[in-house]
Nanobody, 113 residues
């Protein structure tokens, strides 16, 4: 069964950029649509972005233009690039294989000065 491991989180200041990788181990990677979600404290999971096996992307309206999702199928990795981070972006960010509903443990991103 596939496993997902996110990394790259940590305290960042408002206005900074961050790249979060999510590496899949085991199983086939390049046929799956992948997604990044976030969960802020006290709130439900929120879809941030998704990317199909062919690289087509979708973004949640609030992050469109501020986040970019990419994938490197040679490294079984999906990335979330975030620019100009704001405090309301503080959350635990998780990646998911949509069709199997496989989740990683998440990586925490606090945005604060």
């Amino acid at each position: 069964q596939a496993q997902l491991v996110e990394s790259g989180g940590g305290l960042v200041q408002p206005g900074e950029s961050l790249r979060l990788p999510c590496i899949q181990s085991r199983g086939i990677f390049d046929i799956y649509t992948m997604a990044w979600y976030r969960q802020a404290l006290g709130k439900q999971h929120e879809l941030v972005a998704s990317i199909t096996d062919r690289g087509s992307t979708l973004y949640e309206d609030a992050v469109n233009g501020l986040c970019t999702i990419t994938r490197d199928n040679t490294k079984n990795t999906v990335f979330l690039h975030m620019n100009n981070l704001r405090p309301d972006y503080s959350a635990v960010y998780c990646c998911q294989i949509i069709i199997t509903s496989t989740w990683g443990q998440g990586t925490q991103v606090p945005v604060s000065s």
